[in-house]
């Protein structure tokens, strides 16, 4: 049996890199504080949810939105703990450090793709219904990818977390022998 525990997550200010400041123009100083107060306490929650589970942490594989497959998983994950202190990463560091095993989740190609488009997307200006619709095509091929690298490297026997923005759908994409487990109940979904 495969399990994969997931995390529909909100991403902080501090997990946007270069995007970060665009995304921050956008908001007031109001709304960037409750955005703030709200991420802090979302990730306490997951962390407190996650140390209740009293998982075996020896069998349990980390996949993260935005981590490519690339060999270098374990320093980008410290790299942005120490440069932009994300409570995201600095949970998956601390979930590696006692025995988890921390996978590249995402193509590079794909993420490269994603990042030149959001980069467009957040110039001024109102987004276009082509660049809405070629956004939403490559969040389903990144969708499409995550669920085939967890099929391939998730094993009989062993447990997945999946920490992944509220924009992905990835669930029906997932094969049917993964047990799917939201401990913080399923995100609504437009289609839904």
């Known amino acids: 049996m495969r399990a994969l525990i997931y995390f529909p997550i909100i991403h902080s200010h501090k997990d946007l890199g270069t995007l970060d400041k665009r995304v921050s123009d956008l908001r007031t100083d109001e709304q960037a504080d409750k955005y703030l107060d709200a991420t802090e306490h979302f990730w306490k929650m997951i962390a407190t949810t996650i140390e209740d589970l009293e998982l075996d942490y020896s069998h ?29 990463f600095k949970l998956l560091q601390k979930l590696h450090q006692k025995g988890a095993v921390l996978m590249g989740t995402e193509s590079p190609e794909l993420l490269v793709q994603e990042h030149a488009l959001m980069t467009q997307l957040l110039n001024p200006g109102e987004p276009t219904e082509i660049s809405l619709k070629t956004a939403q095509e490559l969040l389903n091929k990144r969708d499409d990818y995550i669920a085939q690298r967890i099929d391939k490297t998730l094993q009989d026997n062993e447990m997945g977390l999946l920490f992944l923005g509220l924009m992905h759908n990835i669930e029906k994409k997932l094969p049917q022998d993964i047990v799917i487990i939201q401990p913080l109940g399923k995100p609504p979904r437009a289609e839904d």
């Open 60 to 88: 349990l594989r980390l996949y993260q939105d935005g981590l490519p497959v690339c060999g270098k998983e374990q320093e980008i994950v410290a790299e942005v703990v120490e440069s932009a202190g994300s409570q995201n």
